[in-house]
Antibody, heavy 117, light 106 residues
Framework: EVQLVETGGGLIQPGGSLRLSCVGS????????MSWVRQAPGKGLEWVSV???????HYADSVKGRFVISRDIFKSTLDLQMNSLRVDDTAVYYC???????????WGQGTLVTVSS | EIVMTQSPDTLSVSPGERATLSCRAS??????LAWYQQKPGRAPRLLIH???TRATGTPARFSGSGSGSEFTLTISSLQSGDCAVYYC????????FGQGTRVEVK
């Protein structure tokens, strides 16, 4: 079964940093676009960041300058380095295959990030 | 930013009846419209993309239609397992989602 698995979530204080990782059979060297999407508790879906196979990256305004997306093609991993975390970054973060002109066709199970003092 | 607006917020439908969900974009998005289903405690799942193309594994009772900036997801005969929140998404210019429609069995 094709899948994606996220790790790295947890409880962190405001201003802290956390690194999320995603790995799985759904992430290969030929995957064109990979994204992170988040969902605050009881809320809707918000796109966070995308990594294009060519190396381009894009970020939502709400995380620009604080989050960095990266990808290791050889290890088939996708990471999200989250710095200067704020209370409103609290959410389940999903690793997702898709972006660019493609829909999000494969989702990981999500990892919960809680930013609280 | 393209804003996506869904209606209604909650839809109660009897088993076997038709459910019709609406989605409006703040501007024309061509065919770059997808629908996702999210059941409680689970990750979203792609149901339909390109307005009307069912994703692998999507039952035939789910259909998408529309054009320009007005779109519809129809569940032809609601089953209890279809209770979920449904999100529309545009992927023409960035990636934005509607606020979701919760479908309940009456």
């Amino acid at each position: 079964e094709v899948q994606l698995v996220e790790t790295g979530g947890g409880l962190i204080q405001p201003g802290g940093s956390l690194r999320l990782s995603c790995v799985g059979s759904g992430l290969t060297a030929t995957t064109n676009f990979m994204s992170w999407v988040r969902q605050a508790p009881g809320k809707g879906l918000e796109w966070v960041s995308v990594f294009y196979r060519g190396g381009d990256t894009h970020y939502a305004d709400s995380v620009k300058g604080r989050f960095v997306i990266s990808r290791d093609i050889f290890k088939s991993t996708l990471d999200l380095q989250m710095n200067s975390l704020r209370v409103d970054d609290t959410a389940v973060y999903y690793c997702v295959r898709g972006g660019g002109g493609d829909p999000f066709d494969l989702w990981g199970q999500g990892t919960l990030v809680t930013v609280s003092s | 930013e393209i804003v996506m607006t869904q209606s209604p917020d909650t839809l109660s439908v009897s088993p076997g009846e038709r459910a019709t969900l609406s989605c409006r974009a703040s501007q024309s998005i061509g065919t770059r419209l997808a629908w996702y289903q999210q059941k409680p405690g689970r990750a979203p799942r792609l149901l339909i993309h390109g307005i009307s193309t069912r994703a692998t594994g999507t039952p035939a009772r789910f259909s998408g239609s529309g054009s320009g900036s007005e779109f519809t997801l129809t569940i032809s005969s609601l089953q209890s397992g279809d209770c979920a929140v449904y999100y529309c998404q545009q992927y023409l210019n960035g990636w934005t989602f509607g606020q979701g429609t919760r479908v309940e069995v009456k």
